[in-house]
């Protein structure tokens, strides 16, 4: 998988940031992609990337205000207008499905393709068997929710050497038994994969904050994944500001980026008040709290 950031900056847009959007590129899964938020320009930002409105299987709003919402009625627009037919499914918060309805009944707006709404509380999303995504309540100034995507664990590797051992030669059988599946020899032995299989390996996890203040329910959302994508509005020097608006420091940021045991932390949303020369300052006060920290700016792609 991919993650890539079309949008980065907190509250408006700048010259170097469009506001908050990321697209999850399912690659090495299937050929589609998941879009978390949409604020204003998003579909902007897709035309100069490699990506596709057509292809986007399923939005993800972590809460309702503008930076967030706002691009959504363009984008969903135009992937009708562009001949889409597949259908896409939008999650977010209560108030979401009213929005959309207003906006596209209002503007006479004719969808080519089907759109489900679903309004959601934290918990358990779904679970497709290849991915589950959960919701996690986060501490903002209207409802807001993180998602926490988690890819099942992959079979563990055929063992060459024990196949050998028990002469089990090779033949179109060994997809079978690298599935776990008991297939039947030509000589008449039967042969259960799963007794052939190394290790599980373990899927990789991203946990994809929307914005907060510190909350007791952060920890579990990014407990040991391998990415973690969390708000850093404002420096240090600013927590109680930050803090009275619901969102978070770089410090704050970083410190449960350590303590829940990520494997790399990216911090986004940054407050239109930073320019490209504040960047290395506000990353070092990040990595002075957990070292596997980058500041996304737009167009950044990190392979999970």
Same mark, same amino acid.
């Given at each position: 998988?991919?993650?890539?950031?079309?949008?980065?900056? &907190?509250?408006?847009?700048?010259?170097?940031?469009?506001?908050?959007?990321?697209?999850?590129?399912? =690659?090495?899964?299937?050929?589609?992609?998941?879009?978390?938020?949409?604020?204003?320009?998003?579909?902007?930002? +897709?035309?100069?990337?490699?990506?596709?409105?057509?292809?986007?299987?399923?939005?993800?709003?972590?809460?309702?205000? !503008?930076?967030? +919402?706002?691009?959504?009625?363009?984008?969903?627009?135009?992937?009708?207008?562009?001949?889409?037919?597949?259908?896409?499914?939008?999650?977010?918060?209560?108030?979401?499905?009213?929005?959309?309805?207003?906006?596209?009944?209002?503007? =006479?707006?004719?969808?080519?393709?089907?759109?489900?709404?679903?309004?959601?509380?934290?918990?358990?999303?779904?679970?497709?068997?290849?991915?589950?995504?959960?919701?996690?309540?986060?501490?903002?100034?209207?409802?807001?929710?993180?998602?926490?995507?988690?890819?099942?664990?992959?079979?563990?590797?055929?063992?060459?050497?024990?196949?050998?051992?028990?002469?089990?030669?090779?033949?179109?059988?060994?997809?079978?038994?690298?599935?776990?599946?008991?297939?039947?020899?030509?000589?008449?032995?039967?042969?259960?994969?799963?007794?052939?299989?190394?290790?599980?390996?373990?899927?990789?996890?991203?946990?994809?904050? !929307?914005?907060? %203040?510190?909350?007791? %329910?952060?920890?579990?959302?990014?407990?040991? &994944?391998? =990415?973690?994508?969390?708000?850093?509005?404002?420096?240090?020097?600013?927590?109680?500001?930050?803090?009275?608006?619901?969102?978070?420091?770089?410090?704050?940021?970083?410190?449960?980026?350590?303590?829940?045991?990520?494997?790399?932390?990216?911090?986004?949303?940054?407050?239109?008040?930073?320019?490209?020369?504040?960047?290395?300052?506000?990353?070092?006060?990040? %990595?002075?709290?957990?070292?596997?920290?980058?500041?996304?700016?737009?167009?950044?792609?990190?392979?999970?």
């Amino acid at each position: 998988m991919e993650l890539t950031f079309l949008g980065t900056s &907190a509250g408006v847009p700048t010259k170097e940031r469009n506001v908050t959007s990321m697209i999850l590129n399912l =690659v090495g899964i299937r050929k589609s992609y998941w879009l978390f938020d949409c604020g204003e320009g998003t579909q902007h930002r +897709i035309l100069n990337s490699p990506f596709k409105a057509p292809k986007i299987e399923k939005i993800f709003i972590t809460h309702l205000h !503008g930076d967030h +919402i706002f691009g959504l009625p363009g984008l969903l627009c135009s992937r009708s207008m562009g001949g889409a037919t597949e259908p896409l499914t939008l999650y977010g918060p209560k108030g979401l499905k009213q929005y959309i309805e207003t906006v596209l009944s209002l503007s =006479v707006s004719y969808m080519t393709y089907p759109i489900e709404i679903i309004e959601i509380e934290a918990g358990q999303l779904f679970d497709d068997g290849e991915l589950i995504v959960t919701a996690y309540s986060l501490d903002h100034r209207v409802e807001c929710y993180g998602y926490r995507i988690e890819e099942h664990a992959k079979s563990g590797p055929l063992d060459a050497n024990k196949l050998a051992s028990d002469n089990i030669p090779r033949g179109p059988w060994m997809q079978a038994l690298k599935a776990g599946e008991t297939i039947t020899l030509e000589d008449g032995r039967v042969v259960n994969g799963a007794d052939y299989l190394g290790e599980p390996i373990p899927g990789k996890v991203i946990a994809i904050f !929307g914005d907060t %203040q510190p909350t007791p %329910q952060a920890f579990e959302l990014a407990r040991n &994944a391998d =990415v973690m994508v969390h708000e850093t509005t404002l420096e240090a020097a600013f927590t109680e500001k930050a803090n009275e608006r619901g969102h978070s420091t770089t410090v704050q940021a970083a410190q449960l980026a350590r303590e829940a045991g990520v494997k790399r932390f990216i911090a986004t949303h940054l407050s239109g008040r930073y320019m490209s020369e504040d960047i290395p300052r506000l990353l070092m006060e990040c %990595q002075a709290e957990f070292a596997e920290t980058q500041i996304a700016e737009d167009y950044l792609t990190v392979k999970i």
